[in-house]
């Protein structure tokens, strides 16, 4: 089950099954645009850590482009994770 109130993050939510270790990723995102308000290469770093009860993914984003909302960016960041978490759910 999925929670995203229970790690005290904005970006981050509560999945399981549980992980053992931490893990880190990141990866660039380029933003192709014309306008350099929304262009440009942002930086996303996904951490997972275990929890009591499951695995806390959280979700990083360094130079995000000054054209895209913080409100935009946070709405996507948290679907990203309750996709993150729906996936990982449906396989367990």
């Known amino acids: 089950m ?3 109130s229970s790690p005290s993050c904005s970006s ?4 399981r099954p ?3 270790h931490r893990v880190s990723a990141t990866e ?3 933003f192709d645009s ?3 308000a929304v262009a440009g290469t942002m930086t996303v770093r996904w951490v997972l850590e275990a929890a009591p009860g499951g695995t806390i993914a959280t979700v990083i984003a360094e130079n995000v482009p000054y054209g895209i909302s913080q409100a935009d960016h946070e709405i996507g960041m948290n679907s990203s994770l309750a996709h993150l978490a729906g996936y990982v ?3 367990h």
Request: hydrophobic share 40%; net charge negative; charged share 20%.
């Open 28 to 30: 660039p995102f380029e």
């Open 34 to 36: 014309s306008d350099p």
């Open 12 to 15: 981050c939510v509560l999945v």
């Open 18 to 20: 549980i992980l053992l």
């Open 89 to 91: 759910e449906s396989k």
């Open 2 to 4: 999925a929670s995203s």
